[in-house]
T-cell receptor, first 114, second 118 residues
Framework: AQSVTQLGSHVSVSEGALVLLRCNYSSSVPPYLFWYVQYPNQGLQLLLKYTSAATLVKGINGFEAEFKKSETSFHLTKPSAHMSDAAEYFCAVSDDTGGFKTIFGAGTRLFVKA | GAGVSQSPSNKVTEKGKDVELRCDPISGHTALYWYRQSLGQGLEFLIYFQGNSAPDKSGLPSDRFSAERTGGSVSTLTIQRTQQEDSAVYLC????????????????FGPGTRLLVL
């Protein structure tokens, strides 16, 4: 069965610093991977997704993630944090039994300090 | 166009009562999903629909939980005899099905229904 592990339930960075949110997955088939973001008092929205094309995926708001099969990782990065990036970030993997189910990680809350 | 809408936005109920949560997906989206988000937890998959059928009900926590979808559109999640542990935010999402098997589809989420069972 698939699983997603997000290292660190809380991450704090200074404005302008690198953002790195870690995600490791397990899947018995080539995975489809997602990062979703939940801003305060808003619903989840897609940041980016990997669907077996380019391993470096660029998303909205300057975020990107790199699929590394050898490390079973899909870490999310942004070179320079903005205050507006403060939110909760969820990594997810699509079900590997052929269905529509998506497995989400526990989430990482990003704090950005002025 | 309009996004996914859910109602009510908040629901407070007494233990033992039944509740119905409604989801209106984006028009034309054939796949619909229900998740539960408890405080400090990730998203827990409950059920998904492809059209009106629910091929995977494995995430429903107990037989007190049921869901239906009619006309390939609106879905209702019903919780019978609510318990305090049912308190959570219930999220609905919908997606198009453009990719084989639906595995890589982007899900569009509603704002959620915050349920509090006293």
């Amino acid at each position: 069965a698939q699983s997603v592990t997000q290292l660190g339930s809380h991450v704090s960075v200074s404005e302008g610093a690198l953002v790195l949110l870690r995600c490791n997955y397990s899947s018995s088939v080539p995975p489809y991977l997602f990062w979703y973001v939940q801003y305060p008092n808003q619903g989840l929205q897609l940041l980016l997704k990997y669907t077996s094309a380019a391993t470096l995926v660029k998303g909205i708001n300057g975020f990107e993630a790199e699929f590394k099969k050898s490390e079973t990782s899909f870490h999310l990065t942004k070179p320079s944090a903005h205050m507006s990036d403060a939110a909760e970030y969820f990594c997810a993997v699509s079900d590997d039994t052929g269905g529509f189910k998506t497995i989400f990680g526990a989430g990482t809350r990003l704090f950005v300090k002025a | 166009g309009a996004g996914v809408s859910q109602s009510p936005s908040n629901k407070v109920t007494e233990k033992g009562k039944d509740v119905e949560l409604r989801c209106d997906p984006i028009s034309g989206h054939t796949a619909l999903y229900w998740y539960r988000q408890s405080l400090g937890q990730g998203l827990e998959f409950l059920i998904y629909f492809q059209g009106n059928s629910a091929p995977d009900k494995s995430g429903l926590p107990s037989d007190r939980f049921s869901a239906e979808r009619t006309g390939g559109s609106v879905s209702t999640l019903t919780i019978q005899r609510t318990q305090q542990e049912d308190s959570a935010v219930y999220l609905c999402a919908s997606s198009l099905v453009l990719m084989a098997g639906g595995r890589g589809e982007t899900q569009y989420f509603g704002p959620g229904t915050r349920l509090l069972v006293l």
